[in-house]
């Protein structure tokens, strides 16, 4: 008989190390909403070291370094204000590289035991690859000043992180519970609802990334259009053309408008079909909050539209995009299951 207590505890671990991908996550928005993505502009040193400036000439220096490749952006700025950005990016760096000392703890803490290493070395070995990935990533960000796409890239890599290691720490919780016959297809239903989510996500990225949100500020239509010119939303004016894709603003804005309506049905048709089954308590409160919280995000995505991307509605349309992706894995994790 297997031994379910170590389970549980590498369980409890995981949760631990989603929750700090979370807060990385959305510190990962306020960074970019603030300002102080390029604040640093070294990686992975700073002036080759790990650490922060300790004195005052070591600030000037770093701070003489920062208006030398970005001049157009500190035109103005202080050294105090330099020091805030400063301090918001490296508290980011801070946490990433904690995320990877702690999965790195989780590791070597679930080879101790075989059973719950076997059912566990793909994701985690896979998570540390990402992770790895995810950082090079980073570092490309601040390389390429930003650019959107990248950035997109790097928000997408965080949420397939955090459903590889969050899906585990619910299946280590349930490890041992009976399977629910012929659950494939609810579970299908939930991992396309999933799928449909990343994917506003990353376009979400890109209209952060290119200032999408703050053109055509109008709802239901975009400007005087439902569906805008093809001239527009595929204009020669970007090169190569496919560079539209990725830089027009109208188009990204566009798909990210009316791909709401995709999640929204997927997420829809999943709730529905999980109405009609017996969930475990995590799995009905999941359940529940997840039309709550699609009819609020929608609200906030219009809200941002309308009042061109105030920084507080921008947070909470970020948090709450993750708070709909993490119910829609617990949901989705649980139709598999009897109800505990």
């Known amino acids: 008989m297997t031994d379910i207590s170590p389970a549980r505890r590498l369980a409890s671990w995981l949760l631990f190390l989603s929750m700090l991908i979370t807060i990385l996550m959305l510190w990962g928005g306020f960074v970019r909403i603030s300002g102080s993505g390029l604040s640093i502009p070294d990686w992975p040193l700073i002036n080759g070291s790990l650490l922060p400036p300790f004195s005052e000439e070591g600030w000037q220096a770093v701070f003489d370094d920062y208006k030398q490749a970005y001049p157009a952006l500190t035109d103005g700025m202080s050294l105090g204000t330099f020091e805030t950005q400063f301090a918001i990016e490296y508290f980011h760096r801070f946490l990433a590289a904690l995320v990877g000392i702690v999965l790195l703890a989780i590791i070597i803490r679930a080879r101790k035991h075989p059973e719950v ?131 027009n603003q109208i188009l990204i804005q566009f798909f990210h408008r009316w791909w709401a309506f995709i999640v929204a049905g997927a997420v829809i048709h999943l709730i529905i079909k999980a109405m009609k089954m017996n969930l475990s308590p995590r799995g009905r409160l999941a359940l529940r909050a997840t039309a709550t919280i699609l009819v609020l995000q929608i609200l906030l995505g219009i809200g941002n539209l309308l009042m061109k991307v105030p920084p507080y509605m921008a947070i909470l349309h970020l948090a709450v995009a993750f708070l709909l992706y993490m119910v829609l894995i617990i949901v989705t994790h649980e139709v598999a299951y009897e109800p505990a």
């Not at 989510?197 to 990353?202: A, E, G, K, S």
């Not at 952060?208 to 239901?220: D, F, I, Q, R």
């Open 117 to 247: 290493w076997a059912v566990s070395k793909r994701p985690l070995l896979w998570s540390g690859g990402l992770i790895l990935v995810q950082a090079i990533l980073g570092g490309m960000v601040v390389k390429l000043d930003l650019a959107a796409a990248v950035l997109a890239i790097h928000l997408g890599m965080a949420y397939v992180i955090f459903a590889i290691l969050f899906w585990q720490a619910l299946k280590l919780s349930r490890l041992g519970d009976p399977l629910r016959a012929g659950h494939e297809k609810a579970q299908r239903f939930g991992k396309e609802a999933i799928a449909a989510t990343l994917i506003q996500v990353m376009s979400g990225g890109l209209v952060a990334g290119t200032g999408a949100g703050l053109v055509m500020n109008t709802w239901p239509k975009v400007g005087d259009h439902w569906i805008p010119p093809l001239s527009v939303m595929w204009g020669d004016f970007y090169s190569p053309v496919w560079a539209n894709l990725w830089q």
